[in-house]
């Protein structure tokens, strides 16, 4: 079978669980403006996050409701549209940043920081001071055993 033309990442998930793993942590990345998780789902929640800003961006009851269909709670629309598409309609795009934080420590799976990019303005990173206090730690941690 041919791979043309197909966006998505499969995530070894048929398309309703590979949705719902998706939508979770979607709600979490707009209530908390920060995650971490996966590097695999970092990279397939992020363009998904930014149609959904787009749509929040129009403000119109017609995409405000495709929002609520997506999301698994109503706090979570409610903020997108009300506060955070109002941070972003200055911005072209580019609304997530998704930084490598290393492996897990459990199964090596490598693991990624997502989280939003509100102030236009500033080019520091404020999740590299987190990256840079994890990576101490695991390295604490591996001189230790």
Do not use: C, W
Not at 105 to 131: Q, S
């Amino acid at each position: 079978m041919h791979r043309h033309a197909y966006k998505q990442r499969k995530l070894s998930l048929a398309a309703g669980p590979r949705r719902a793993l998706v939508r979770g942590p979607i709600d979490s990345l707009i209530l908390y403006e920060r995650i971490e998780t996966t590097e695999a789902k970092a990279k397939t929640i992020a363009p998904m996050f930014e149609q959904l800003v787009t749509k929040a961006k129009k403000g119109d009851l017609h995409n405000y409701r495709q929002i609520l269909s997506f999301t698994i709670s109503p706090a979570a629309a409610q903020k997108l549209r009300y506060e955070l598409a109002d941070n972003f309609q200055s911005r072209q795009g580019g609304y997530t940043r998704v930084i490598k934080t290393g492996n897990r420590r459990g199964d090596n799976a490598p693991m990624a920081i997502v989280e939003l990019v509100l102030d236009p303005k500033t080019d520091k990173k404020p999740a590299a001071e987190v990256v840079e206090a994890t990576l101490a730690k695991k390295a604490a941690d591996t001189k230790k055993e």
